[in-house]
């Protein structure tokens, strides 16, 4: 039985999850070097490796609860602290965190942020003061996430898309990406833009109001928004976010990306 099909099977509860202890900590180590991820980009989108995901939860059940001390810090937990971050070109300030089993390529830096098991952040990227990247979010080279930005996890169900940043886009100071929404390479989200799978996004910039979900496409400048809508009591106004522009190669450069946003009158 390979790796995959024991790890299936003690998810599924056909066989005792003992049995699968060594292959779940060798699909964990796999994650936490990189030579593994929850998702991948294929021609045909990107797709969830879902036995991953379950490893990630039978390893919480076959965890035993630790004290770890880290200087004058105490901590009580089932997953220890990633290690070898100089050999591995990753720079984090302290008291951010990276959990083992999340990988981060040469060049990322985390500010006192944090970073769950699971997840994948990509050469390059920043991880600013208290962002976090939550259980398998996967975050592509060149992101920035501001302070206080959060990254949900998403680890059940297995099956479920994990939140997805692509190369190179640039999250607002405090904004929330939740529930597998997938943020295209490139696009620009102002500050406190709030996110889920069923979050009206609606491109404002031509004849028409276009409406996506789940989805913010490449390039597209975002701010939060507000649209009306009526109840038994009378109308009230809910949460949506608006494209309101696209991203330029002119606007590339970060110097550039803020004088253009704020011509557009979004926050960072």
Same mark, same amino acid.
């Given at each position: 039985?390979?790796?995959?099909?024991?790890?299936?099977?003690?998810?599924?509860?056909?066989?005792?999850?003992?049995?699968?202890?060594?292959?779940?900590?060798?699909?964990? %180590? @796999?994650?936490?070097? =990189?030579?593994?991820? /929850?998702? !991948?980009?294929?021609? $045909?989108?990107? #797709?969830?490796? &879902?036995?991953?995901?379950?490893?990630?939860?039978?390893?919480?059940?076959?965890?035993?609860?630790?004290?770890?001390?880290?200087?004058?810090?105490?901590?009580?937990?089932?997953?220890?602290?990633?290690?070898?971050?100089?050999?591995?070109?990753?720079?984090?300030?302290?008291?951010?965190?990276?959990?083992?089993?999340?990988?981060?390529?040469?060049?990322?830096?985390?500010?006192?942020?944090?970073?769950?098991?699971?997840?994948?952040?990509?050469?390059?990227?920043?991880?600013?003061?208290?962002?976090?990247?939550?259980?398998?979010?996967?975050?592509?080279?060149?992101?920035? %996430? @501001?302070?206080?930005? =959060?990254?949900?996890? /998403?680890? !059940?169900?297995?099956? $479920?898309?994990? #939140?997805?940043? &692509?190369?190179?886009?640039?999250?607002?100071?405090?904004?929330?990406?939740?529930?597998?929404?997938?943020?295209?390479?490139?696009?620009?989200?102002?500050?406190?833009?709030?996110?889920?799978?069923?979050?009206?996004?609606?491109?404002?910039?031509?004849?028409?109001?276009?409406?996506?979900?789940?989805?913010?496409?490449?390039?597209?400048?975002?701010?939060?928004?507000?649209?009306?809508?009526?109840?038994?009591?009378?109308?009230?106004?809910?949460?949506?976010?608006?494209?309101?522009?696209?991203?330029?190669?002119?606007?590339?450069?970060?110097?550039?990306?803020?004088?253009? %946003?704020?011509?557009?009158?979004?926050?960072?």
């Amino acid at each position: 039985m390979s790796d995959q099909e024991l790890i299936r099977s003690a998810f599924a509860g056909a066989v005792e999850i003992e049995t699968a202890r060594e292959v779940v900590e060798r699909a964990i %180590l @796999s994650l936490d070097r =990189g030579e593994a991820r /929850v998702a !991948e980009k294929t021609e $045909a989108g990107w #797709v969830v490796n &879902e036995w991953l995901k379950e490893a990630i939860l039978l390893y919480f059940r076959l965890r035993e609860m630790e004290t770890v001390e880290v200087g004058g810090y105490e901590y009580y937990d089932k997953i220890p602290l990633k290690k070898g971050l100089a050999a591995q070109g990753v720079r984090v300030v302290p008291p951010g965190t990276v959990r083992y089993g999340a990988f981060c390529e040469p060049g990322v830096i985390v500010m006192p942020g944090y970073v769950n098991i699971g997840a994948y952040v990509g050469a390059g990227t920043m991880v600013d003061t208290w962002a976090t990247v939550g259980s398998c979010a996967q975050i592509g080279k060149g992101v920035h %996430l @501001s302070g206080g930005v =959060g990254i949900g996890g /998403v680890l !059940e169900p297995p099956s $479920a898309r994990p #939140v997805i940043i &692509e190369d190179g886009a640039f999250i607002g100071s405090r904004s929330i990406v939740v529930e597998g929404v997938i943020v295209e390479e490139g696009a620009v989200l102002g500050a406190n833009t709030v996110l889920t799978g069923s979050t009206p996004i609606i491109d404002v910039t031509g004849p028409e109001p276009v409406e996506h979900r789940g989805r913010v496409p490449a390039g597209s400048v975002v701010v939060p928004g507000t649209r009306p809508k009526e109840f038994p009591s009378g109308t009230y106004d809910l949460i949506c976010a608006l494209i309101i522009g696209r991203r330029t190669e002119a606007t590339d450069q970060k110097t550039a990306l803020n004088e253009d %946003l704020r011509d557009l009158g979004v926050q960072l």
